[in-house]
Nanobody, 124 residues
Framework: QVQLVESGGGLVQAGGSLKLSCVAS????????MGWFRQASGKERECVAA????????YYPNSVKGRFTISRDNAKNTVYLQMDSLKPEDTAVYYC?????????????????WGQGTQVTVSS
């Protein structure tokens, strides 16, 4: 069992930055592919970043590429999402998720473990 706890959300003006953190419990963190998802009101949950166990491979959709950076510290059981140049359309609840397996995938159904979410609001 993996428990995930996100932090770092908040209210920021457009163009600003936020850094989200997700701390995982248990000794299996380093064997999990980690992902960050977001869900805006009335929209489907979408993957905004994912990273392999070693951190050697990451994924970003075009909507956030160049603005968001995912990283992980396996010694601290923590994955981060650095978000720069934020836009109002980035407003959503952001979730950390974990899956076993080798490959980065973007489907939410492929992730077995989820955090409770943290709200990010970007004002114009």
């Amino acid at each position: 069992q993996v428990q995930l706890v996100e932090s770092g959300g908040g209210l920021v003006q457009a163009g600003g930055s936020l850094k989200l953190s997700c701390v995982a419990s248990g000794r299996t963190f380093r064997s999990n592919v980690m992902g960050w998802f977001r869900q805006a009101s009335g929209k489907e949950r979408e993957c905004v970043a994912a990273i392999t166990q070693s951190g050697g491979t990451s994924y970003y959709p075009n909507s956030v590429k160049g603005r968001f950076t995912i990283s992980r510290d396996n010694a601290k059981n923590t994955v981060y999402l650095q978000m720069d140049s934020l836009k109002p359309e980035d407003t959503a609840v952001y979730y950390c998720a974990a899956r076993t397996g080798t490959y980065v995938v973007t489907s939410a159904t492929s992730y077995a473990y989820w955090g409770q979410g943290t709200q990010v609001t970007v004002s114009s």
